[in-house]
């Protein structure tokens, strides 16, 4: 039986103003994998902009959902209808306030922490998704996220957004290929030698 094509999600608010937040990170990073294994330029689909092409093995299909950050999930149920892609193929990147900036975690289902992207998400095609989180950093007080969230990236922060976007786009064979454990590692090993991160090997999977 044919594997169904896998669905990369992006997650962030739509226009100018917005491109550079810590919100928009999914964005910048599935727009790194479309440039990296050659997609096809964005078209308009899915209440949002996608392209379609292999990463690896694998035809996927990469999706920007036009749609504000609350309502994410109504254009990633539509692209997961539309070619019957499983929740389990389906990898939402995202923001995540709870790991420090530039640290990578992927994992299966769960809580959804507060953020309203996931939740709408989840609303659509359940819990079972894999979710790619990047740090972000925690501004300190929970009165504070908002405005932390959907400010710019400090021109400090540039540099290892810039590397991080880089070094997903380049190992994500491993994740279309279900290699979790050793994409979050190669992630921050190449990190650690572009001189971002702990210089440590992890071993923790998932």
Do not use: C
């Not at 949002?48 to 035809?59: D, F, N, P």
């Not at 300190?140 to 959907?150: D, R």
């Not at 070094?167 to 030698?193: C, P, R």
């Amino acid at each position: 039986m044919a594997r169904s094509m896998l669905l990369f999600v992006g997650l962030g608010n739509p226009g100018a103003k917005h491109a550079g937040n810590r919100h928009n990170v999914g964005f910048m990073v599935v727009d790194a994998i479309a440039k990296r294994h050659g997609f096809p330029p964005w078209r308009r689909r899915f209440q949002g902009v996608a392209a379609e092409g292999t990463i690896g093995t694998r035809k996927a299909l990469l999706l920007l959902p036009g749609t504000y950050m609350n309502e994410s999930g109504r254009a990633v149920g539509e692209a997961a209808h539309f070619y019957k892609v499983p929740a389990g193929d389906i990898a939402v990147f995202h923001d995540e306030i709870e790991l420090p900036p530039g640290k990578v975690r992927v994992k299966v289902g769960g809580g959804i922490a507060g953020h309203n992207g996931l939740r709408s998400v989840s609303a659509h095609v359940g819990n079972d998704y894999k979710r790619v989180r990047i740090g972000v950093g925690h501004p300190g007080a929970k009165e504070l996220v908002h405005p932390h969230v959907l400010s710019d990236f400090a021109v400090a922060e540039r540099p290892w957004v810039a590397a991080l976007t880089d070094v997903i786009a380049a190992n994500a064979e491993l994740l279309a290929a279900g290699k979790d454990a050793s994409f979050q590692n190669k992630v921050h090993l190449a990190m650690a030698a572009k001189g971002f991160g702990e210089q440590k090997e992890e071993t923790e999977d998932n």
